[in-house]
């Protein structure tokens, strides 16, 4: 298993954080999702960490990290902070920022934002869907609402009394109705099952979708956009950007990556066919091989 350092932010919070390989080899900074933990990215680390600097933290509320108490202190834009944060203290000059889900929400917002002062210099994203993007189809299309109704489940205070008893893990049976669920490895499944169990850290990871400026309306909703609606306002990404996607994923559907042209200048779609919303650990052969390619090319 990996070896974690603990890393005191600016901020004062603290992230239990994966940093292995060359010292002063390009920096690749991975960011896990919900309901996960550093762990995600093991089989890329495994892959490149003989040629790159590979840092993967443990984000706020996952694992032994900090984990304050209330919604409000999980804010979107925060999380974003914690990886500048990050990076700041690890005294990267340039990285690669890579995210998974949650993690590739927030890296779509750390290349956006960080590309102009030439700190973050590439962005790959794993089944996570752009905030501009993401949002227009929550409001104008049925199929990515009915497939997000999880998100709302997630938000209801109802079931935090449940949460408060038995952690996360069914709250995760009951909300995600997904046909083909992902078989975790039983290496990893242990911790997994140890972290979801603990209230606070089943708290903190909800919180990351209870601070969300992200609307999902229900689905008796109206359809389309109304006329106050205007897109979050996050910079076009000018930096060489990779999305990979498990083309089996039942959250969040192919409609997200169709649109990318709109928000993204320098754009590589691969699509991983056969895998789920997990791609890094469902399908790690192409995800390791679409890495080296745009790595290489990008170089």
């Known amino acids: 298993m990996s070896d974690l350092a603990r890393i005191k932010l600016p901020n004062g919070i603290e992230l239990d954080v994966w940093d292995t390989g060359p010292r002063d080899a390009p920096a ?16 890329q680390i495994g892959h490149l960490s003989g040629r790159y600097r590979c840092i993967a933290p443990d984000q706020r509320g996952y694992g032994n990290s900090s984990r304050p108490e209330g919604a409000e202190h999980y804010d979107t834009m925060a999380l974003v902070q914690d990886i500048a944060g990050l990076a700041q203290v690890l005294e990267l000059q340039s990285y690669t920022i890579i995210g998974h889900d949650w993690g590739g929400a927030l890296a779509w917002l750390v290349a956006a934002f960080g590309q102009a002062t030439g700190q973050v210099t590439r962005a790959v994203i794993a089944n996570a869907p752009h905030p501009v993007i993401f949002q227009r189809l929550l409001l104008t299309d049925p199929a990515q609402r009915a497939a997000s109704q999880y998100m709302r489940t997630f938000r209801d205070p109802a079931h935090d ?9 069914a709250l995760l049976q009951t909300a995600l109705d997904w046909e083909n669920r992902p078989q975790y490895d039983p290496a990893e499944l242990g911790l ?14 909800l919180n990351w979708y209870r601070a969300s400026g992200i609307s999902v309306p229900s689905m008796d909703n109206p359809y389309g956009l109304p006329p106050e609606y205007s897109p979050p306002p996050i910079p076009k990404i000018e930096i ?27 754009l590589t779609v691969e ?19 679409a890495l080296d390619r745009f790595l290489d090319r990008t170089a």
Request: zero cysteines; glycine letters at 8%; a negative charge.
């Open 192 to 205: 997994l099952m140890q972290q979801w169990a603990n209230p606070a850290n089943a708290f903190a990871m």
């Open 240 to 266: 060489p950007t990779l999305v990979v996607w498990g083309m089996k994923d039942e959250a969040l559907l192919p409609a997200n990556f169709e649109a990318l042209d709109e928000v993204v200048t320098d």
């Open 161 to 169: 009394n449940a949460v408060s008893q038995h952690g996360l893990g």
């Open 271 to 289: 699509q991983i066919e056969g895998s789920g919303h997990f791609v890094p650990w469902e399908a790690p052969a192409a995800v390791n091989a």
């Open 28 to 43: 690749l900074l991975f960011l896990h999702g919900f309901p996960e933990n550093h762990r995600t990215w093991r089989h």
